[in-house]
């Protein structure tokens, strides 16, 4: 069972994740956690560039994938064979609507190809206004995404990115992640497994 959750920054992935493997654990399960970009070299190297960086924008859709192909083969696929469930914050999702700004649906489509669709991939649904300010009340430095006019746009290349991978078949369960964290955990138990 290879789960990813996915959404703008703001949504609350991070915090849903912890919830529900928590809930995993308590149900007996061996959790895996995860994320991308990854705690590996390429993973390390993408964060670098994101709290501001030199890297173009083509080389940059290329380094998310290199940093895929390591996750998969270092953490994910290991994980997996043990008969873990894998839970990750961001798989190729990720990609396809954020690096799809600059590099267009295409470009990234085939830099993704080779990837495996997850069992089933969460997808937490908040306006990006909603998301801002959840940012902001954070108090991080934001990363190169975090703008409303940013997040607009990759809000729009979500839609566009699910309607293509829903077309071919993998499994996108849209969640409403507005109100308290145990809300949206409640929602996210309801639709994913185990029920
Ligand atoms: P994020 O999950 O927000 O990490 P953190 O909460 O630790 O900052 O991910 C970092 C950023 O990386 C986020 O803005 C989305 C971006 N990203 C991509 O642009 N493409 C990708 O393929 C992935 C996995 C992430």
């Known amino acids: 069972m290879f789960i990813a959750f996915e959404g703008l920054d703001g949504s609350g992935g991070t915090t849903q994740i912890a919830l529900y493997q928590a809930a995993l654990q308590a149900a007996g399960h061996t959790v895996c956690r995860t994320r991308e970009p990854s705690d590996g070299p390429v993973g390390k190297l993408i964060r670098e560039e994101l709290a501001g960086g030199v890297i173009g924008d083509d080389v940059f859709g290329m380094l998310f994938a290199a940093d895929r192909r390591d996750h998969l083969d270092r953490v994910v696929n290991p994980a997996l064979a043990r008969g873990e469930v894998v839970l990750t914050d961001r798989y190729f999702l990720s990609s396809l609507a954020y690096q799809s700004q600059a590099l267009g649906l295409d470009r990234v489509w085939s830099?993704?190809?080779?990837?495996?669709?997850?069992?089933?991939?969460?997808?937490l649904d908040l306006p990006p206004e909603a998301c801002l300010r959840r940012v902001e009340a954070r108090g991080a430095v934001r990363d190169r995404f975090e703008t409303l006019d940013?997040?607009?746009?990759?809000?729009?290349?979500?839609?566009?990115?699910?309607?293509?991978?829903?077309?071919?078949?993998d499994r996108i369960i849209r969640i409403d992640a507005s109100g308290t964290p145990d809300d949206v955990h409640q929602r996210v138990r309801g639709a994913v497994w185990p029920r």
């Open 150 to 169: 940013q997040l607009q746009r990759i809000a729009a290349a979500y839609e566009a990115a699910i309607l293509r991978c829903r077309a071919r078949g």
């Open 111 to 123: 830099l993704n190809a080779e990837f495996p669709a997850a069992t089933a991939v969460v997808m």
